[in-house]
């Protein structure tokens, strides 16, 4: 089914890469205008000029999702150009692990917790009045499966993914209280075959290093379904969350982990 988000406008942050950049693509390709926002100018502006150039409606802008003077000149901006806002995906996030908490440095903790809670803190607060103009629409905030039970060496991305889990069913809540039409819910993925997992520092090689973690190979053996999921997969559950095929959805969480939060399985050599 094509258009499901006909006519709509979203605002997708960290989007310039992995799961970001599949949700802009597959927003766009069901008809929203979408305005992708990144720190990377590089591959922001690419991202923006290809789709546009296949005939899709995307800009970019750069943002820090961290930074307030900056969400609310990016919401003006939207409103100027477009008058409303439909969906927005509390998206940009990154991970710090340490091979003990013990370890972990207050700076690492605190940039971390900016960019994972402050950041969907502010993209709510300055989102929700241009969303309200127009009597509803769908935040979608990236959790994942680590916010839903602990993970070794991840206790910081932990706290700061469950942090957002349960500030995703409140402010549900708050816009079922006053009728505003907004349905909030959370995504939560597992092992996804992105660029961050190159980009999780965790001491393991030494001060400054990233220890080499390959993800396929990890879910091949922590996932029930044996494999690493696609960006695209992650993408298809906002795309779910974004349209009206789920008015009747909010608060929850949608999880997408290949099995690994319903339990473990011994697997069985493929049937031939």
């Given at each position: 089914?094509?258009?499901?988000?006909?006519?709509?406008?979203?605002?997708?942050?960290?989007?310039?890469?992995?799961?970001?950049?599949?949700?802009?693509?597959?927003?766009?390709?069901?008809?929203?205008?979408?305005?992708?926002?990144?720190?990377?100018?590089?591959?922001?502006?690419?991202?923006?000029a290809r789709l546009k150039k296949a005939g899709r409606e995307v800009i970019f802008l750069p943002q820090d999702v961290?930074?307030?003077?900056?969400?609310?000149?990016?919401?003006?901006?939207?409103?100027?150009?477009?008058?409303?806002?439909?969906?927005?995906?509390?998206?940009?996030?990154?991970?710090?692990?340490?091979?003990?908490?013990?370890?972990?440095?207050?700076?690492?903790?605190?940039?971390?917790?900016?960019?994972?809670?402050?950041?969907?803190?502010?993209?709510?607060?300055?989102?929700?009045?241009?969303?309200?103009?127009?009597?509803?629409?769908?935040?979608?905030?990236?959790?994942?499966?680590?916010?839903?039970?602990?993970?070794?060496?991840?206790?910081?991305?932990?706290?700061?993914?469950?942090?957002?889990?349960?500030?995703?069913?409140?402010?549900?809540?708050?816009?079922?209280?006053?009728?505003?039409?907004?349905?909030?819910?959370?995504?939560?993925?597992?092992?996804?075959?992105?660029?961050?997992?190159?980009?999780?520092?965790?001491?393991?090689?030494?001060?400054?290093?990233?220890?080499?973690?390959?993800?396929?190979?990890?879910?091949r053996f922590a996932t029930p379904l044996g494999r690493a999921g696609q960006a695209i997969e992650i993408a298809q559950?906002?795309?779910?969350?974004?349209?009206?095929?789920?008015?009747?959805?909010?608060?929850?969480?949608?999880?997408?982990?290949?099995?690994?939060?319903?339990?473990?399985?011994?697997?069985?050599?493929?049937?031939?």
């Amino acid at each position: 089914m094509a258009g499901q988000v006909e006519g709509k406008v979203a605002l997708v942050t960290g989007g310039a890469s992995g799961i970001g950049e599949a949700i802009v693509e597959l927003l766009a390709q069901e008809g929203a205008t979408v305005i992708a926002t990144d720190i990377d100018e590089l591959r922001g502006p690419e991202l923006a000029a290809r789709l546009k150039k296949a005939g899709r409606e995307v800009i970019f802008l750069p943002q820090d999702v961290t930074s307030e003077e900056r969400w609310i000149e990016v919401v003006a901006d939207i409103g100027k150009r477009y008058g409303r806002l439909d969906i927005m995906v509390s998206n940009a996030g990154i991970g710090i692990g340490a091979p003990s908490i013990v370890e972990m440095s207050l700076a690492d903790w605190r940039r971390q917790t900016a960019i994972n809670i402050d950041g969907v803190f502010l993209s709510v607060k300055h989102s929700l009045p241009l969303m309200r103009k127009t009597g509803g629409g769908s935040i979608i905030m990236m959790s994942s499966l680590a916010g839903l039970r602990g993970a070794a060496t991840l206790s910081g991305y932990s706290a700061t993914k469950g942090a957002v889990r349960l500030f995703a069913k409140s402010i549900a809540m708050e816009c079922a209280q006053v009728n505003d039409g907004i349905r909030v819910n959370s995504v939560h993925p597992g092992i996804i075959d992105t660029p961050i997992w190159g980009k999780i520092p965790t001491g393991a090689t030494g001060a400054g290093q990233n220890a080499p973690i390959d993800p396929e190979e990890r879910a091949r053996f922590a996932t029930p379904l044996g494999r690493a999921g696609q960006a695209i997969e992650i993408a298809q559950g906002v795309l779910y969350l974004a349209s009206d095929a789920s008015r009747y959805v909010t608060g929850t969480e949608l999880v997408i982990d290949g099995g690994m939060n319903a339990g473990g399985v011994v697997r069985q050599p493929a049937a031939r």
